[in-house]
């Protein structure tokens, strides 16, 4: 019971007496060397770090932006389908304009003149028949061609399979042309236009930067060496530089990141704010799960004969969707987060003489006489020291 009392009474007195700094000067070298260096590390860090690197001193806005683009270029085939054929650019950028992205149509699968008509569908398991009683009226496959008929055709002369109600004849995909068809499509270029804004700092900018005039947007092509800031890009090199060989994506088609970084440091004292542009390939390439590759889709295009019957081609178009994505933070001095970041890194500074008072009272050879210096307890009626202060410890 009067332990309790004791142990109440000392918790007592440690919450109400007062407790206050005195500064004891400890005359070693080796304590003093070592109070410097944690004050020269915490130093560096602010202005290194929070300074230089972090830039805290500065207020942020992230970019806001719209993309436009043109390809330009042309390729020649000659098909039995379709004859000798010029295409350009309303040929095989499809859509012809869209969101931050553009689709080069590289190589394809063409089916003309099908007609709404009924055809043996395509040999596979569940296509194949051996009389009437294996096809279902009304039934169709997704993976299949159209609904069926009901009826069992020959497919040729060996094999059977159900009639389908489509457009024939059905389209056959199982062989796609390699070397691409329009392989000459890494020669293309596009031109990117690129506006941007930072709202917060009323910043606007263009990559169409300022000293390009039309003359050289005629004649320059972009190169990280040589030409960094020309918007024209040749397929092959955006292509080549998301280290990629463009006639072996030209065949099964894919996508690849055009990636604008309009990161800034919009202080007077920073220099001119320019886009930096990487490139990168944004669909699955993995070597070993490479089920499903590239990037296809279909279309059509509808006509109507002398006789009034409605014709199609349809077009499986195999390419590269090239997506253009802008990205960026701009910092501007702002007295606010300077005051804030600085102080909270200026704080750390307390944690100097923490560091370096545990050092000296546990890891130095006197740590004892440092320790009985460093805490002086003041007894209540006499007001004497407990140690007294200005006890020699020597010098080491
Ligand atoms: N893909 C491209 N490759 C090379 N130059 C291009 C490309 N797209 C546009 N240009 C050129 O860049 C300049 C600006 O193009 P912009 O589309 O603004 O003007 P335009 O007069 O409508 O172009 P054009 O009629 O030649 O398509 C023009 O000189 C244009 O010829």
């Not at 440092?370 to 004497?384: Q, V």
Request: charged share 20%; hydrophobic share 35%; aromatic share 12%.
């Amino acid at each position: 019971m009067s332990e309790t009392t004791g142990c109440g009474q000392s918790c007592l007195h440690d919450l109400l007496y007062y407790e206050t700094n005195k500064t004891l000067v400890i005359p070693s070298i080796q304590a003093g060397c070592l109070f410097r260096f944690i004050q020269l590390l915490v130093l560096l860090y602010v202005v290194g770090y929070v300074c230089v690197v972090q830039k805290a001193y500065q207020e942020t806005d992230s970019v806001i932006s719209s993309v436009s683009t043109k390809v330009k270029g042309f390729a020649f085939t000659n098909t039995s389908d379709m004859g000798p054929r010029v295409w350009d650019t309303a040929d095989y950028v499809i859509p012809p304009q869209s969101d931050n992205s553009f689709f080069v149509m590289t190589n394809m699968v063409v089916t003309p003149t099908q007609t709404q008509s009924r055809c043996p569908e395509l040999p596979s398991p569940s296509a194949t028949c051996v009389d009437d009683c294996d096809c279902t009226e009304g039934h169709s496959n997704p993976q299949g061609s159209g609904i069926q008929t009901g009826l069992c055709e020959n497919y040729s002369t060996t094999v059977q399979t159900c009639e389908v109600r489509s457009w024939c004849p059905l389209e056959i995909d199982a062989v796609l042309p390699k070397p691409a068809l329009l392989a000459a499509a890494e020669n293309y270029t596009v031109l990117i236009k690129n506006s941007i804004t930072y709202p917060k700092f009323r910043f606007h900018g263009r990559n169409i930067l300022p000293h390009i005039n039309s003359s050289y947007l005629k004649r320059c092509e972009f190169n990280h060496a040589t030409d960094p800031h020309c918007p024209i890009f040749r397929l092959k090199h955006i292509v080549s530089e998301a280290g990629e060989e463009f006639q072996d994506m030209a065949v099964m088609g894919g996508i690849i990141g055009i990636i604008i970084d309009w990161s800034c440091d919009l202080d007077s004292w920073a220099g001119k704010c320019y886009p930096k542009y990487s490139f990168s390939r944004l669909d699955n390439k993995h070597h070993v799960n490479n089920v499903a590759p590239g990037y296809n889709f279909r279309f059509a295009k509808y006509y109507r004969t002398a006789d009034g019957e409605e014709t199609r081609t349809l077009m499986k178009a195999y390419g590269i969707r090239f997506d253009v994505i802008v990205f960026g933070t701009a910092g501007k001095f702002g007295i606010v987060p300077t005051i804030v970041n600085l102080g909270a890194a200026l704080s750390f500074l307390s944690l100097v003489s923490a560091v370096s008072d545990w050092f000296i009272l546990n890891c130095m050879a006197k740590s004892d006489v440092y320790k009985k210096h460093k805490f002086t307890y003041l007894s209540d009626n006499s007001g004497t020291e407990s140690i007294s202060l200005g006890t020699s410890y020597g010098t080491e």
